[in-house]
């Protein structure tokens, strides 16, 4: 359940409670998949205080959505970060995700808008622990063209091909999908980024085709840290089987080391891999241990 009667949610300026909220059956985001979102993660840190991990560059990049499709936006990254604060000292939660939601009004035409509306919802999350490893496939379907799409917007529409490839991957037994680009290079998962090793040096598929995930840049910064060196291409399905490891990371995925893809079983141990390595420093970071 993400909300029970006393839920509270900020919506439109105000804080209200999840069940009591309305929102227009008429607008333009319901009808064809027009709206802009994010996925944000608070935790309780080492000194027991609650904190939004990196809430500047989610919100910013909720404008960023938002402008690059049109979509009306005036609000201002502080004002959206204090809210959601606020949106979790009222439920009282500590480990949480924050699904932050541009939406348009009511319109059945395809014209521009004059406004918008926003809302913060937020439900709890507990920390991943990590030590699950997924059974990843190769979806039959491929990332949107980013000529059809602007694909490094976080556009609900967009996550039609996410489910469709997440349902299809589970429906055959496994854990997760693995989308190709439309010139058959890997590109992320449904909802994180993925990221390979090979000899001991990282590798990531170049932007592009793939949501610009701030995870992903976390991934950068943390190598940077720790001197792994880390390299942006254009991968092959072949390259990533003849790969030692591999891991997908997103905000809600955090850093999660895979088995296998397809039939193809990594050789390196999860827990001897460069992918833990960065597992653990992810986990230190969001935490703000050390
Ligand atoms: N790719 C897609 C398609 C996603 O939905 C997400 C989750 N937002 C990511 C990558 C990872 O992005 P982030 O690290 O910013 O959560």
Redesign the pocket.
Known sequence: MYYNNETIIFHNGQFVKAADAKMDLYSQSLHYGYSVF???RSYQTASGETKIFKPI??FE?LKVSAQSINLPYTYHTQDLIDATYEVLRKNNFQNAYIRPVVYAPANMSFAVNTESYLFIEAWEMAPFLGDKLLRVMTSSFQ?PNPKAFKIHA?AAG??VN?IMASQEAKAKGFDEALLLDMNDHIA??????IFFEKDGALYTPELGH?????????VFEICEQLHIQVTEGTYTIQQLKEADAAFF?????EIIGWESIDTTVFPKQWQNSVGAKIQKAYTDLVHEKN
């Open positions: 994010e996925g944000i560059e989610h990049r990332r976080k967009h996550y996410s992320e998962g449904p909802g994180a980024n793939i949501l610009p995930g701030i995870t992903r840049a976390t990371c997103g905000t809600a995925a």
